[in-house]
């Protein structure tokens, strides 16, 4: 089996596990009382969230990691964490303010929380296009790595902005140093939703370095050997 | 006692863009590494 052939299997297993998510907070988890039914894009929001900011902590330590050792495989999996990040960040803007027009009234505010993912997701953005804009694939590599040391460093003020800054964005209610405060039934739900979301970039940067290999193999040309 | 609010539409709408984002992507990866 090729490695795009595991990526792929492991995102088909990741969407199946997704629409069992999706049954089982639909169907099976109780509606919260105060925000009623928009309550359950918690399941989507927050696990896309905390692999958005992985996702760029990974893309930053591959990057660090590559300047000094100049592998070539470092700079694809940062490429790849890079772009399926970007996907993630995608869901998380986009849930977000359809969460927050029901229940703060509005789809969008200026606050730390909501304007440094945005931010992050510009940093996303700005890095894929780096890597489409230079030719030469050592400057590409290099180029490409400050961006992602900048996004690691962007990362702990977006998890911290809401308890440095007030802001509409509510605090943490499951990473946060006390226990959880969710009601069982609701934390093995969002568990099951992390879980999938954990699969699904396994198997989506997978398949994304894979591709990458086949580039390379075809002229596309390794920072490694620069 | 309060009502719990009516607001199943904005849930749905945010399920159906996830999956729509999530099944674009995957199809995506799928096509561009079975490029000829």
Redesign the interface.
């Known amino acids: 089996m090729t490695l ?1 052939q595991k ?2 299997w492991t ?1 088909v297993v990741a ?1 199946v596990c ?1 629409a069992a998510v ?1 049954v089982r907070a ?1 169907a099976f988890t109780p ?1 919260e ?6 309550q ?2 918690y399941y ?2 927050v696990p ?1 969230a905390i692999w958005t900011e992985t996702a760029m902590i990974l893309v930053g330590l591959a990057s660090i990691f590559y300047l000094f050792l100049k592998d070539a495989r470092l700079d694809r999996f940062a490429e790849a964490s890079a772009e399926v990040g970007t ?1 993630f960040a ?2 998380v803007l ?2 977000g303010p ?2 927050g ?2 229940i703060w009234g509005t789809w969008w505010t200026w606050d730390a929380r909501l304007t440094s993912t945005l931010l992050l997701f510009f940093l996303y953005v700005g890095y894929l296009l780096v890597r489409g804009a230079v030719r030469d694939p050592g400057l590409r590599a290099r180029y490409a790595a400050v961006l992602g040391i900048c996004g690691m460093c962007l990362v702990p003020f977006i998890h911290l902005s809401v308890f440095m800054f007030r802001t509409l964005h509510p605090q943490p209610i499951i990473l946060k140093p006390s226990a959880p405060s969710l009601p069982g039934s609701m934390l093995a739900t969002w568990l099951f939703s992390l879980a999938a979301f954990t699969l ?1 970039y396994v198997g ?1 940067v997978i ?2 370095y ?2 990458s290999l ?1 580039r390379e193999a075809h002229g596309g040309g390794s920072p490694g050997h620069v | 006692m309060s009502e719990v609010p009516q607001n199943a539409s904005y849930m749905v709408a945010a399920y159906v863009i996830t999956a729509v984002i999530l099944v674009g992507y995957a199809v995506s990866l799928y096509r561009r590494t079975n490029k000829p």
Not at chain 1, 33 to 38: D, F, Y
């Open positions: 795009a990526g792929r995102t969407l997704l999706y639909l509606v009382r105060l925000q009623g039914p928009a359950k894009i989507l929001h896309a996907v995608t869901i986009t849930t359809i969460w027009k029901p699904l989506f398949q994304r894979a591709l086949g």
